[in-house]
């Protein structure tokens, strides 16, 4: 059983925007109820923080690379979060990754993977030159 569904991903030229989007897998993960964060992977490297929202959606977090291109936001009459991504780069190539905190009502510290212990399988979004 899959314990986040990530959609969303594609293709897209430098400069273009993306919206992906995250949902739980039954009630096997609450996602109304904890933070929630989106990681990014290529071939080779480790998984790397991209962004983070708390569980009320009160305050984001973000790696540099990506602020003020990328928004990570949520609904919570949906479960849902998303990541809006605009002005695309070659480098924002990876497979994209959804997760929800071990805890609910609190991420302690959301720009690590060990914070999480919900993940989806991922959406590819490619950028291209």
């Known amino acids: 059983q899959v314990q986040l569904v990530e959609s969303g991903g594609g293709l897209v030229q430098t400069g273009g925007s993306l919206r992906l989007s995250c949902v739980g897998s039954?009630?096997?993960?609450?996602?109304?109820?904890?933070?929630m964060g989106w990681f990014r992977q290529t071939p080779g490297k480790e998984r790397e923080f991209v962004a983070a929202i708390t569980w009320t959606g009160g305050r984001t977090y973000y790696v540099d690379s990506v602020k003020g291109r990328f928004t990570i936001s949520r609904d919570n009459a949906k479960n849902t979060v998303y990541l809006q991504m605009n002005s695309l780069k070659p480098e924002d190539t990876a497979v994209y990754y959804c997760?929800?905190?071990?805890?609910?009502?609190?991420?302690?510290?959301?720009?690590?993977?060990?914070?999480?212990?919900?993940w989806g399988q991922g959406t590819q979004v490619t950028v291209s030159s």
């Open positions: 039954g009630r096997t993960v609450t996602v109304n109820s904890r933070g």
């Open positions: 997760a929800a905190s071990q805890s609910l009502y609190t991420t302690r510290r959301p720009e690590n993977l060990n914070e999480y212990g919900y």
